[in-house]
Structures are given as structure tokens and as C-alpha cells.
Nanobody
Framework: QVQLVESGGGSVQAGGSLRLSCAAS??????YTWFRQAPGKEREFVAA????????YYADSVKGRFTISRDNANITVYLQMNSLKPEDTAVYYC?????????????????WGQGTQVTVSS
């Protein structure tokens, strides 16, 4: 059974940090991507990593503040979020793709985690 399990969400004040984890099981994927969805808004691309090369990609809104990384041994992807802002408040989702390509549209992904809430207060 294919599973993506996220953890690490929570509530922090502006300027704080959180680290999200996404543990995969059941099959291997070539690309892992973090999306987020705020209330009343569409799901948006945050960051992605190609598993084989470790190449990373970021949305402009998080570049320089967020870092995506991987743990090969545990097949886990992390999203380190620093200098958090209230506008980062959202449910964060991990998604995975079997192709070694980065898609910024959530419609391209078939495999999703359950989501984890991140709340940043001012």
C-alpha cells in the first residue's frame, strides 16, 4: 500500500521555524513536492526535490526561507521552514510523482499525504 505520511505541523509566532516531514512507503518515487492550501485559496506549489539528483525547486514566496531536503535511508523528505510569516498559514501537503519531472500543478500528482496544519500568528 502506497502511503505518504506527513508530520511536524503546528502553531508558531511570526519569525519562528517548523520542520515538516513526509515519509513514503509502498513504492519509490522520482519527485517529491510540497504544496499548501490556505482557506478559500487554491492549492499552491511550495517546493520540490528530485530524488536521484537532489535538485531542488522553490516558489518565489518561500525562496530563501524554506529548504527541502531528503533522507535516502529513511525515504523521507523534509521541509525546513524558517522566518515564518502569517501568510504561510495553510495546510501543507506532500505529493509524489513517479516521473523525474517537477510539476507545479497539483493536478499532475496521484499520490498525496493527508496534510498537516501550519499556523503562524503575528
Amino acid at each position: 500500500q502506497v502511503q505518504l505520511v506527513e508530520s511536524g505541523g503546528g502553531s508558531v509566532q511570526a519569525g519562528g521555524s517548523l520542520r515538516l516531514s513526509c515519509a513514503a512507503s509502498g513504492r519509490t518515487f522520482s519527485t517529491y513536492t510540497w504544496f499548501r492550501q490556505a482557506p478559500g485559496k487554491e492549492r499552491e506549489f511550495v517546493a520540490a526535490i528530485r530524488w536521484s539528483s537532489g535538485t531542488t525547486y522553490y516558489a518565489d514566496s518561500v525562496k530563501g526561507r524554506f529548504t527541502i531536503s531528503r533522507d535516502n535511508a529513511n525515504i523521507t523528505v523534509y521541509l525546513q521552514m524558517n522566518s515564518l510569516k502569517p501568510e504561510d498559514t495553510a495546510v501543507y501537503y506532500c505529493a509524489a510523482h513517479i516521473r523525474n519531472l517537477v510539476f507545479t500543478s497539483p493536478r499532475q500528482y496521484d499520490y498525496w499525504g493527508q496534510g498537516t496544519q501550519v499556523t503562524v500568528s503575528s
